[in-house]
């Protein structure tokens, strides 16, 4: 839905060149708290302003105590970037800009820790009428705070794109959680259901889409919210401050600046569309930023860095993705293309959150889909993995345990780690087949620790790593 209100006006593109986490168990305490704050948010229904007190007051404490659980949890802080903006911190940033007229909130962190940064923010900057929520995209710990800022007359502005986001990630909500959870394992065992908590309840009042910019002017200050999807899912946008050329990028660029993006996402979510990316980041590096604050963790500062780090980022991407296609027109499988495709000196960049191959794989589906023509069993429901049992009795463990050992000593951990997972199919908690997983998964978390320190890779491997060693029984280290 597009409702402008008489300031707003679009604007049109200027012509682009052509071209977190560990953690102790605390999902029970954390069970509880939200069902209070359900509660609360019950029981003051009758008064507004009460309740509004009240959830936010429950909000703090309950958001006081789960941070106590999470290891690698960001305090909430409060601090000034470039004079304009005030930035509360935390596992995902707020930022609030005042102005004469009123204030204009970007993001709105973490339902955890919103209503923190929300009176923090408050003390620092002021109150005053929230005209503007901005959304970068409808990522829980970008809008889990908005309930605690909407006022009636604000206005919630997103992609068009951020419903049909919202609305997939809500209905696949219980998939994706318990995904989450072996990633973040400090999370809830259930989602929150019911009270401000819950997911997908954010309902745009001004969207933006394609080509088109949102501008507007608000006691003196000219905002311009631009859409730039393909990086964070489709329904991504950032805030263009012209007059103090700062960029607020959302998760644009991912955790860490400059980064290979995460094309890919470990918990699962719809393959991001690489050309679409590229075209945002060609937008965004036109506009010259002197000043980027992402979303998460701190900003950066310098236009010439910026644009260096902006065009080897659209240039690394462009590299991969073409490299991709062109294998992909020389009938060379996606695991050849996986295993060839490395990024060349000059676009070398972090793979701390997206991986080079994990993206030529993306990509390669994204285009052509899961029948990837190596086998007619790829059209029918029966993996080559329904077959290790029958494998395990021809070959017997024995001989099969021994390959895999040859394997490991030789250096080929997944060769390994495939013939683990043969040996346990045909002979479930095999301790000779888990101590081979084992040792498999531990060298490849060595690896992954020695190479890219992807994220995402060193917590799958530690949650399957603890699985094997708990399956093992107690002692194991
Ligand atoms: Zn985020």
């Known amino acids: 839905m597009s409702t402008l209100s008489g300031k707003h006006r679009r604007l049109h593109a200027k012509a682009a060149p052509k071209r977190t986490q560990g953690a102790v168990r605390a999902p029970l305490v954390l069970l509880v708290l939200v069902g209070a704050l ?23 404490i309950a958001g006081d105590v789960a941070e106590g659980y999470m290891v690698d949890s960001r305090p909430v802080e409060v601090g000034q970037i470039g004079d304009v903006v005030y930035q509360a911190t935390g596992i995902a940033n707020t930022q ?94 259930e989602p929150p259901s019911g009270g401000p908590l819950e997911f997908g309840k954010v309902v745009p009042t001004i969207t933006v889409s394609g080509e088109e910019s949102l501008a507007f002017e608000e006691g003196g200050m000219r905002f311009e919210v631009i859409p730039t999807p393909g990086a964070e899912g489709a329904d991504n946008l950032c805030l263009w401050l012209p007059d103090q050329k700062i960029l607020l990028s959302g998760d644009f ?71 991709t296609v062109e294998g992909m027109n020389a009938g060379k499988t996606v695991h050849k293309l996986m295993e060839e495709i490395q990024l060349p000196p000059e676009l070398e960049l972090s793979q701390v959150h997206g991986r080079v191959s994990w993206g030529v794989k993306s990509i390669w589906e994204y285009y052509a889909t899961w029948f990837h023509h190596d086998s007619t069993t790829e059209l029918y429901p029966v993996p080559v993995r329904g077959l290790y049992a029958d494998l395990v009795e021809l070959a017997g463990p024995d ?46 978390l060595e690896r992954a620790r020695a190479t890219h320190q992807n994220a995402f890779e060193l917590g799958w491997l530690d949650s399957r790593l603890d699985e094997t060693r708990a399956a093992l029984g107690g002692g194991e280290s």
């Open 253 to 323: 660029f991912g955790p860490i600046f400059p980064q290979f993006p995460n094309i890919f996402t470990m918990r699962g979510e719809k393959t991001r569309k690489p050309i679409e990316y590229i075209r945002s980041l060609d937008r965004l590096i036109a506009l010259e930023p002197e000043i980027v604050i992402p979303s998460h963790l701190e900003p950066v500062y310098g236009r010439e860095e910026i644009k260096a780090a902006m065009t080897r980022m659209r240039d690394a991407v462009q590299y991969v993705h073409d490299s």
């Open 399 to 444: 001989a099969l345990l021994a390959r895999g050992e040859r394997y490991l000593t030789a250096g080929d951990a997944v060769e390994a780690l495939h013939f683990s997972e043969i040996v346990l199919e045909g002979q479930p908690g095999s301790r000779p087949g888990l101590e081979l997983r084992r040792d498999a998964l531990a060298e490849l």
């Open 38 to 60: 359900a509660l609360g948010f019950i029981l003051f229904q009758s008064s507004p302003s009460l309740r509004k007190a009240a959830v936010l007051e429950m909000a703090e």
């Open 96 to 189: 609030l800009i005042p102005t004469s007229e009123g204030y204009v909130v970007f993001d709105t962190g973490l339902s955890i820790q919103g209503a923190k940064q929300k009176r923090l923010l408050e003390e620092a900057a002021g109150s005053g009428p929230i005209t503007h929520i901005i959304l970068s995209h409808s990522h829980q710990d970008h809008v889990g705070g908005v309930s605690f800022w909407l006022e009636e007359e604000s206005e919630i502005v997103a992609h068009r794109e951020f419903a049909e986001e919202q609305r997939y990630l809500k209905e696949l909500e219980p998939y994706f959680w318990t995904r989450n959870r072996r990633l973040f394992p400090w999370m809830p065992e």
